[in-house]
């Protein structure tokens, strides 16, 4: 099966094809940089990290284009608010977006634009309507008109001559009596007395955010491309607003596909700004939820369907990335001890090389891996792919734990060897990194039963050979965590809460 993607233009799953055989031109949706990215944005771009490392993984040649809305009502409201400039309060926003992405694995995009570094191809693109007669000025500001341009409604669908109707009878503002239709969008703004602005043919002023990305897709990649991404909350109307400005500058279609990603919820109501109910990145990073645990708990959810943020989901997926962290961490820590050759972590390659590298041991768990991935990123179903292939890594991992002397004949540790090297590549495609863990039996952290019975057993070990002062700390170790030991006679020890 080839990949198959969920197109919102026509709500079907569609087989990928791109324009050019090869090749692959992306455009994201990026963040208006106002504040902190929160794990709506966490998601998203978590999830278009892994459609952009799997199109390389299968070949691909992937041009990603991501951009910055640098200029925008709530970046100066923002700014009057702090006292500061609108670049003060960009510039440090782009900072914080960088170090947060950077944290979370994610690839940096090829390009990054800036609105504000664009402006000639917004005001060139808003020329080019004026002239073809789909856009009109009004004292200083610019709007589309949505009646002369046929296919508009075809993304969200809507009916435009239902809304009109359904929007009778509504209070006009001033803006709204300027326009010809009350859906017509503002392609160019005036300036209000006092904010920042920027000089064009129509007045002193800012762009509108719609054709902001219209003329980057343009300058970055071109008139058409093969995929556009987003959050489904940029449907309507911005995706929207996109195609109708794009399309009728060009006569071609802006993308072959769009890809939306569901939102978050928190206690069964959207995450945002506006409920005070987001929580940033940054913020459940300072609280010690590590980066990879976020990517995993992402990855449990299909993309398109809304995502149920709870403290509880998120210490389940804590769970699961510490067992496959653990697998992961295998061929790290104890590759001199099991005799396996690594010169580097054995992560990036392609899909034609997994059989050269792994031998056709694990043939069939890369079908099965990549048949989840092929139908519309089912990364749940690869996910599960890879616990399986870390299962009994994790059991040695737990053995070297408490005495390196592992009793596994060389034929056996051989085909442990290329289990990791499968799990490893294909934890890749998925971003998923091995993140630190302490090698010491004495920095075991409690996790469920199994782990604190390993715990047990090194100290066991620890006091067989006389040293009593580790066999001590890991019973204070394990005592600060809320598990207390038991000696009993015969050398039995149990354990409680």
């Not at 978590?46 to 990603?64: A, S």
């Not at 066991?460 to 600060?480: P, Q, V």
Request: proline share 3%.
């Amino acid at each position: 099966m080839s990949l198959h993607l969920t197109n919102t233009l026509t709500k079907k799953k569609e087989p990928f094809k791109p324009i050019r055989e090869g090749e692959v031109k992306i455009y994201c949706c990026g963040v208006t940089v106002y504040d902190l990215c929160h794990l709506g944005h966490a998601r998203s771009y978590i999830v278009w990290d892994i459609l952009r490392r799997f199109l390389i993984w299968q070949g691909y040649k992937v041009t990603f284009v991501q951009n910055f809305t640098d200029i925008d009502d709530k970046i100066l409201e923002r700014a009057e608010k702090e006292k500061c400039s609108m670049d003060d309060v960009s510039e440090r926003n782009i900072k914080a977006f960088y170090d947060d992405m950077d944290a979370l694995g994610i690839l940096k995009p090829d390009r990054m634009p800036r609105a504000t570094k664009c402006l000639d191809s917004i005001r060139n693109l808003i020329i080019e309507l004026e002239a073809k007669g789909v856009a009109y000025s009004v004292d200083g500001d610019v709007y589309f008109s949505v009646m002369k341009h046929s296919g508009y409604g075809k993304l969200s669908r809507r009916d435009l001559s239902e809304q009109q109707k359904n929007a009778d009878g509504r209070v006009a503002d001033a803006e709204a009596a300027r326009k010809k239709h009350p859906f017509d969008f503002a392609l160019w703004k005036r300036a209000k007395k006092g904010e920042p602005s920027f000089s064009s043919p129509w007045s002193q002023g800012r762009p509108g955010w719609h054709i902001e990305c219209s003329a980057m897709v343009q300058a970055e990649l071109g008139e058409s491309i093969d995929i556009h991404l987003g959050g489904a909350d940029l449907i309507f109307p911005h995706h929207e607003n996109e195609i109708a400005q794009s399309e009728a500058a060009t006569g071609k279609k802006l993308a072959r596909y769009w890809l939306h990603n569901g939102m978050v919820n928190v206690g069964g109501q959207k995450m945002s700004k506006s409920l005070g109910n987001f929580t940033t990145i940054r913020a459940l990073l300072q609280q010690g939820i590590s980066p990879m645990t976020l990517r995993l708990f992402i990855l449990q959810a299909n993309y398109r369907k809304p995502l149920d943020f709870t403290r509880e989901s998120l210490q389940s997926a804590s769970i699961g990335w510490k067992r496959l962290n653990k697998a992961l961490n295998l061929g790290i820590l104890y590759s001199q001890e099991l005799g396996w050759q690594i010169n580097e972590y054995v992560q990036n390659y392609n899909a034609q090389d997994f059989e050269q590298i792994v031998g056709k041991s694990y043939h069939e768990i890369y079908q099965r891996f990549t048949a989840m991935m092929n139908d519309d990123l089912n990364t749940s179903g690869a996910l599960a792919a890879l616990f399986e292939i870390a299962r009994p890594l994790k059991t040695l991992a737990n053995q070297m734990e408490v005495s390196k002397d592992v009793y596994t004949n060389k034929e056996d540790l051989e085909e442990l060897y290329l289990r990791w090297k499968a799990l490893s590549i294909l934890s890749g495609v998925l971003g998923l990194t091995p993140e630190n863990i302490n090698n010491t039996s004495q920095e075991i952290r409690i996790e469920d039963g199994e782990e604190i019975q390993y715990a047990i057993e090194a100290r066991k070990n620890a006091k067989t050979k006389g040293d009593f002062a580790t066999a001590d700390k890991i019973r204070r170790d394990l005592e600060s965590k809320g598990i207390k030991l038991v000696d009993k006679p015969g050398g039995i020890t149990e354990w409680i809460r």
